[in-house]
């Protein structure tokens, strides 16, 4: 019986790895890339053709490739894009979604997979476009008298929040005119309706005025309500 020597065993490994490798090159490519710009703003809308899937060898039938977006409230892509056959690359939409949320750069990972392929992946960042701005709107006249203007003040963000933001308030004369230290505008929400304390210019009966009202289950009942 004829032995194998350390030499054939040899040689018959280096030719079953390059059949191994022959077979596999012959499969074709297993890794996908992504590539999306950098950035884009909330608004930009349609970014045609602005995405790239690349696999690192051309595939020999039409090759579908799925994809995603981790936050589709940001970005929407296709579910689907096709690497033609002899071809490595293949572009997609970008579709930049506007919102009405105060909520700052949010960054979007957009996903490329294949079953049983190695995903691709890249991110890009989306500006917000929404100003942060308060708007104060406010009866423009009043009668003195110590009375509470129920909900006469409102308080309003550029934008919809994503989180409780409280707002500080300030009368300039607060002789004739009180307003609460500070009102939270809700995530959510834009605005808030305010309690607006009209006072009159004698500084004991304001006092006296306004220690009721903030004291009455009434004012309680009113502030939670807004
Ligand atoms: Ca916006
Ligand atoms: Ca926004
Ligand atoms: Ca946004």
Known sequence: ?????????MNSLLIG????GGIATAHGATDLTVTVPAGAVEGDGLLAAAGTVTCSEAPL???TVELSSDDVSEILVPATVTIAAGQVSAAFDL???EDTEIDET??????ASVTGWISGRDTINVQDNE???LIVVIPATATEGGSVLSNAGTVSSSGTLVSDLVVDLMSSDTSEVTVPATVTICSGRREFY?????????????KRCLEADLASPDFQERKNRS
Not at 194 to 206: E, R, Y
């Open 1 to 9: 019986m004829k032995r194998f020597g350390l030499k054939s065993l």
């Open 17 to 20: 790895l390059f059949l191994l």
């Open 61 to 63: 039938a039409d090759l």
């Open 95 to 97: 579709t930049i979604i």
């Open 106 to 111: 949010q960054t979007v990972t957009i996903n």
């Open 131 to 133: 100003p942060k701005n």
């Open 194 to 206: 305010s309690l607006l304390d009209i006072l009159t210019d004698d500084p004991q009966q304001s």
